[in-house]
């Protein structure tokens, strides 16, 4: 037979088999697909060990761990995945809380991080202390637009300013610098970073003001500036982060009043303004934050009469308005927060009675009236007084007096009325509380997909 006959017979029986048969066409190409991806780039993966030997003396990385994101065998404290180059990438690196890798003495802050193109997350916990170190994301490209989360906690030895470079990364939506020694002003950049859902920069040793251009976060559902030194006033400004839901600028040095545009912020769950400078009449609209669940002031030279607003706040669970300089009586108004569980208004100067409302609050659990200018009877039954215990706290209102008939079965340090004894000591009064600032509500655990609920708000990463 010819051998252009023979080609001929031959391609018209291929022709139909696949007729017959297309799944055989695809064949190749599906099995193609069905490949797992190879591993790493050998550029990325020599990256990644010059970080883990920067960082980590666990383990000697590139003898235990030859293949960093192969499955079954990769290395602690990193996430990869693949992408459409059929190749692994790391997308999370996460140092310092076993059984991630520890941090040795001589770790610094490894900028090549930013040479991981599909990076998403990195997490430093306690790695720095004991060479000092700086942030330096002098090497940001267009590559790195994959971070999405960067988060450093409790590092003693980082120190120096916040770069303004940090600007340049895009996507990041969790910025967490907190318990650092980070220094200087809060670069202006920062506030470009316009998918920023979480900025913490607390318990630090910033100066200077709160840059007016906070507003232009509009996705921002939690800003914590506590624990430093800032001055100032607070920026109007705040009023436009209309998806927030934890403002916590406690311990600075902040002057002014708090601003009326505050009312604007009708998703606020959680505002903590304690030990500043603050002082004046609260906002106007107070009565419209009706989201608000945790109100932490104390340790203000505020010297105004306490709002009748607040009763209007009926999801309120703290109310802290500790050493103030309040004056007045209290608010009957305050018996309407049937949510609330802790009430602390003492050492102020309020007078008249205590509201007889309060005896009623079903939830209510701490209660601290002390060293104030309070009198009458205490409203409380036997009941009360039995739930809450050492829990509630009287002491330093000579003018205040406890029922006979509830007397003879409480001892609360309060005088029984129309006797000069006092009622003795098994309620003792409460111990000093603890800072505003450390209030254990971790408020805020976020993940760059989601929110993971508002007590997870209350303590980030």
């Known amino acids: ?3 252009n006959t023979m080609c001929y017979s031959f391609s018209l029986s291929t022709l139909t088999l696949l007729l017959l048969f297309p799944s055989l066409a695809s064949l190749n190409t599906t099995n193609a697909k069905k490949q797992p991806p190879n591993n790493m780039l050998p550029s990325e993966a020599e990256t990644l060990f010059k970080i883990m030997e920067s960082m980590s003396s666990d383990q000697v990385w590139r003898i235990s761990h030859p293949n960093p994101c192969q499955p079954g065998s990769s290395w602690p404290g990193i996430e990869c995945k693949s992408a459409q180059d059929n190749h692994l990438h790391v997308t999370r690196l996460d140092f310092g809380t076993p059984p991630n890798p520890t941090c040795k003495n001589k770790a610094t802050f490894p900028s090549q991080i930013l040479a991981l193109p599909y990076l998403q997350s990195a997490f430093f916990f306690n790695c720095f202390t004991h060479t000092k170190t700086t942030l330096s994301f002098s090497k940001i490209g267009e590559s790195n637009s994959s971070l999405q989360q960067i988060s450093l906690r409790s590092n003693p030895a980082l120190t120096g300013p916040i770069p303004p470079q940090i600007s340049s990364l895009k996507s990041l939506q969790i910025l967490t610098l907190s318990q650092n020694r ?8 920062i506030f470009s970073l ?3 859902v979480h900025l913490d920069l607390s318990y630090n040793m910033l100066t200077g003001t709160i840059p007016s251009q906070v507003g232009n976060l509009k996705n921002l559902v939690g800003l914590d500036l506590s624990y430093n030194s800032l001055t100032g006033s607070i920026p109007v400004t705040v009023g436009q982060l209309g998806l927030l839901q934890k403002l916590d600028l406690s311990s600075n040095s902040l002057t002014g009043a708090i601003p009326d545009s505050i009312e604007k912020l009708n998703l606020l769950a959680f505002m903590a303004l304690s030990n500043n400078k603050l002082r004046g009449h609260f906002p106007r609209g107070l009565a419209k934050l009706q989201s608000l669940q945790y109100f932490i002031m104390d340790d203000n030279p505020m010297n105004v009469p306490l709002p009748v607003e607040f009763g209007d706040l009926v999801k309120l669970q703290e109310l802290r308005l500790a050493n103030s300089g309040y004056s007045g009586t209290i608010p009957p108004s305050f018996s309407q927060l049937m949510n609330l569980s802790t009430l602390s208004l003492q050492n102020n100067r309020l007078s008249g009675e205590i509201p007889a409302g309060f005896g009623s609050l079903p939830r209510i659990y701490h ?3 002390s060293r104030n200018l309070l009198s009458g009877v205490v409203p409380f039954d036997s009941s009360f007084l039995n739930r809450l215990r050492r829990n509630l706290d009287l002491s330093g209102n000579p ?11 409480m001892k609360i340090g309060v005088s029984v009325c129309g006797s000069n004894k006092t009622s003795g000591s098994v309620i003792q009064p409460l111990k000093s509380q603890a800072p505003s600032g450390l209030i254990s509500i971790s408020f805020f655990l976020f993940v760059p997909w989601g929110l993971l609920g508002l007590h997870q708000i209350l303590f980030p990463v």
């Open 1 to 3: 037979m010819p051998l």
């Open 182 to 189: 980070l220094t200087g002003q809060i670069p202006v950049t």
């Open 194 to 196: 316009n998918s920023l």
């Open 367 to 369: 209660l601290n009236l």
């Open 399 to 409: 003018g205040l007096c406890l029922s006979p008939s509830v007397a003879y079965r």
